[in-house]
């Protein structure tokens, strides 16, 4: 077996995409959850949107000449996000994916991150146990929910696109709650229109850069969150993470016509804080 790893590159995106969503489609097909990519097409196409992108560091693993695995390492942040990570279920069980997390480990200690993090589905058992062999620490269960849109409006909670000069209010909110900020999703939610505020008495009191399966949002309280997930026109084909130990969330959600779709995990490596505040993850973390 002659194994070797390298730079993702563009061209890499079609094979990268496909072997992406055959690995995802065949181990949630396996436990019959839903499927986390639609399609080939739109896997492929997702990549093609990053692989090279400034902020993410992408590799890909190649056996006998062909690729049969990628990982990708979101450095756009003061914390690191792995993923997604996938290799072929033809040749799945030969160390492969420990070798292509390695690799974006080292890659973040050369870089000083000072926290690694990643989303893992909590049905697939053997990547919880190559993790966890690898340092990471389970931080907190979250659930996939997906709906129809409420259109729901919270009373004194006026939500609306965010622009660049509110970049540095949600910054701020974000620092208080998780210790540290996520400038580089905020920055592209905003360039790409997907980004709103929550303005209370004058102020802003929560963002997310997208309500949906690669969006976060932060908040100072519930009824904050409430009034962003109230507003969001979709949650994508995917749906929108939220941590499982927010009973008062999770239950309004369900009062609200969403489902649970899945449950996952948060785990990371190096610095977390025990967020003070409201907060809905991304995939990424």
């Known amino acids: 077996m002659a194994l070797t790893i390298r730079p993702a590159q563009l061209s890499d995106a079609a094979e990268v995409g496909r072997i992406c969503f055959e690995a995802f489609a065949a181990i949630a097909d396996e436990h019959n959850f839903p499927r986390d990519w639609p399609s080939v097409e739109f896997a492929v196409t997702a990549f093609e949107a990053f692989v090279g992108q400034p902020g993410v560091y992408g590799i890909v693993a190649e056996l006998d000449g062909n690729v ?15 993923g997604p990570i996938t290799v072929d279920p033809a040749v799945q069980n030969r160390s492969i994916g420990r070798l ?11 870089r000083r991150f000072p926290g690694v993090r990643l989303v893992q589905a909590a049905y697939h058992r053997r990547s919880l146990a190559l993790y966890a062999s690898l340092g990471f620490q389970v931080r907190e ?38 210790g540290h900020t996520r400038s580089g999703e905020l920055d592209r939610g905003v360039q790409r229109g997907t980004a709103r505020v929550v303005v209370r008495a004058g102020r802003i009191t929560a963002y997310a850069n997208l309500v949906g399966f690669t969006g976060h949002a932060v908040g100072e309280t519930n009824d904050d969150l409430m009034a962003l997930i109230g507003d969001a026109e979709s949650f994508g084909d995917v749906g929108f993470l939220l941590p499982l130990r927010n009973g008062e969330l999770l239950r309004w959600c369900l009062a609200n016509g969403l489902r649970i779709t899945q449950t996952l995990t948060l785990m990371s490596i190096g610095l ?14």
């Open 68 to 82: 049969v695995g990628s990982n990708f390492l979101r450095e756009y942040n003061e914390i690191a996000g792995v």
């Open 100 to 110: 292509l997390m390695e690799d974006v480990l080292g890659r973040s200690a050369e």
């Open 141 to 178: 269960p979250l659930a996939c929910l997906q709906g129809a849109p409420r259109d729901l409006r919270v009373p004194g909670y006026e939500v609306r696109a965010a622009t660049p000069d509110d970049v540095a209010a949600c910054e701020v909110l974000c620092r208080r709650v998780h």
């Open 272 to 285: 977390y804080n025990e967020p003070a505040g409201a907060w809905l993850p991304s995939v990424v973390y």
